[in-house]
Every structure is written in structure tokens, then in C-alpha cells.
């Protein structure tokens, strides 16, 4: 039998897009004959993974896992939520938060890390896109740790237990991590997920994005004819209704509709140190079909 050379597989991969497991078995069975390895990953369906990876990928699932004192969340993309439905890509979602609570949130460390199937994150879902027949992407991972405490997990909407289209991580540092911080701290998560605060506090905003919210506000109040002195209060009162929107603690609790969210957390005798909010294809940009214009480029008109 010719020896199977890393040079060999890394060559077919390039070729064929199929997972590196795929690639050797292939080439076994073709006994080192790269176009028989081809042809036997074409028959398996395994080749096809490279030409769909250029199609979009919005839907799919987001999942959470959580460990003593440490939580994760990943998001992976599909085509369509039919995919989303699927157990083999339920099951994937899962073990790849899982593998997240272990290497961290850097998607490299994700995708080189090696499942139960002895596949890597990266080549399972290689199989995963040719037994589908659906692009799939890893798209991004979110891990908080806390010396005591929790990091609370929440899906809002599940299909089965952590995994759904939002979830929300928060860390709670407590001196202890019983069942009244943990449910504080998943009550924490679901305000996350219906508010969507975009920063933790006043300091961790983008000073850019506060100036252009100041200056929108100004020549705002300016259109009222005031004189200046008034502007200036308007503004600075408006500015603080801008905080009380976007910045976590400065939020109205949802869970009561009238206490501050710091003050829920100091009353509690805890602090949260950060949070996440993942909402399944934010920030994608979804093709949309055009059925008439598909019909005339086919037609030639």
C-alpha cells in the first residue's frame, strides 16, 4: 500500500474540502491515488462540503454550557432553521459549548479540539455540511469565568435544553454560588435578552458613540430655540435617559418595571462583572431571493 503522506491528505482537503478523518479513510481505500480518493469522497457525498461554503448561513443555533464557575456560548450558522431541527446538528451545537468550557473562546482552540466521534470540531462539521447538504459555520464563542459565584446561562426560546435562537451569559461574583444567586443571575439573562443593553456601565461605553449621541441631542434641543444655558440641561437629562437605554446597571429591572438593575445587584450583595448576549444571524446579511429575476437570467431576458 503507498504511504499516506500528511502532504497527501493536506492535498486532497485543499482539492475536495472534506474533513481530514474523510480525507485519510479515502485515501486508504484508494490506496494513495488521489482522483480514485476523490471519486470514493464524491460517492460518500464528502466532497460536496467545499462548494457549499459559499452560500450564506443565517440560521442554525445558539448554545450554552456551564461548569463550576465557568459558562460558555457558541453560536453555528445554517442555511435555514430546518437545519436548527435536526438532532445530528443539535447535538454538534452541543458538544462544541461543551468543548468551549474546556479551551476557551478562541475559535481556532474550538475547531482543533477533538470530539467523541474522533473527528475535530472543524472536520465534524466538514461531515456535518456534506451529510446536511447546508453551509455551516462556527461563528463565534463567548467563555466567563468567576472566582465565586456564578456565570448564569439563559436560552430564551429553546428547542431542548440550551440551545435556542438568544442566549445570555452573565457572571455574578457572590461569596457563594447557592440557588438564590443562580436564579438571580438567570433572572439577570433574561432582562439581557429582552433589553439588550449594548455595555455593562457608563465607563464601558464607546466614548465615540456617546459624543455622536451628544450631538444629535444638542442640535436637537437647539431646533427647540432655547437659550444655551437650558440646551445644556436638556441634553445632559437626555444623555441619562440614553444611559438608562443601553447600559446595563442603568436599566429598570423588567422583572419589577421600577428598581435599577445596580440596585437589584447591590441589595442582593453581588456584582456582575460582565455579561453576553447572542441572538442567532445578527449582523448577517441575508440574501434574498428574487424569484422573477432568477426566471429571466435563466430566460435569458
Given amino acids: 500500500m503507498a504511504a499516506i503522506t500528511a502532504a497527501l491528505v493536506k492535498d486532497l482537503r485543499e482539492k475536495t474540502g472534506a474533513g481530514m478523518m474523510d480525507c485519510k479513510k479515502a485515501l486508504n481505500e484508494a490506496n494513495g491515488d488521489i482522483e480514485a480518493a476523490i471519486d470514493w469522497l464524491r460517492t460518500k457525498g464528502l466532497a460536496a462540503a467545499a462548494k457549499k461554503s459559499g452560500r450564506v448561513a443565517a440560521e442554525g443555533l445558539v448554545g450554552v454550557a456551564s461548569a463550576d464557575k465557568v459558562a460558555a456560548m457558541v453560536e453555528v450558522n445554517a442555511e435555514t432553521d430546518f437545519v436548527a431541527r ?48 447546508e453551509n455551516m459555520t ?18 430564551h426560546g429553546a428547542l431542548r435544553p440550551g440551545l435556542g435562537k438568544i442566549g445570555v451569559l452573565a457572571a455574578v461574583e457572590a461569596p457563594t454560588a447557592d440557588e438564590a444567586i443562580e436564579q438571580l443571575g438567570r433572572q439577570v439573562g433574561m432582562h439581557v435578552a ?16 456617546v459624543e455622536r449621541e451628544r450631538a444629535v441631542l444638542v442640535e436637537q434641543s437647539r431646533a427647540s430655540g432655547k437659550p444655551e444655558a437650558i ?23 423588567v422583572h419589577d418595571g421600577e428598581t435599577r438593575v445596580k ?23 441575508k440574501e434574498e431571493d428574487d424569484f422573477a429575476a432568477e426566471v429571466a437570467k435563466v430566460a435569458g431576458v
Fill in 231 to 253: 440646551i445644556e440641561k436638556m441634553v445632559e437629562g437626555r444623555i441619562r435617559k440614553f444611559y438608562e437605554e443601553v447600559v446595563l446597571l442603568e436599566q429598570v429591572w
Fill in 263 to 285: 440596585d437589584v445587584l447591590k441589595k442582593a450583595g453581588v456584582k456582575l462583572v460582565g455579561f453576553d448576549r447572542f441572538q442567532l444571524g445578527e449582523g448577517i446579511e
Fill in 86 to 133: 435536526n438532532e445530528s446538528f443539535q447535538n454538534f451545537v452541543e458538544s462544541v459549548a461543551k468543548v468551549a468550557l474546556k479551551v476557551g473562546e478562541d475559535l481556532e482552540a474550538i475547531k482543533a479540539a477533538t470530539l467523541e466521534t474522533g473527528r475535530t470540531v472543524a472536520d465534524e462539521l466538514t461531515h456535518l455540511v456534506a451529510t446536511i447538504g
Fill in 194 to 209: 429582552a433589553t439588550r443593553p449594548s455595555a455593562l456601565d457608563v465607563s464601558s461605553l464607546d466614548p465615540a458613540e
Fill in 138 to 155: 462556527l461563528r463565534r464563542a463567548r467563555v466567563f469565568t468567576v472566582p465565586s459565584g456564578v456565570v448564569a446561562t439563559y436560552v
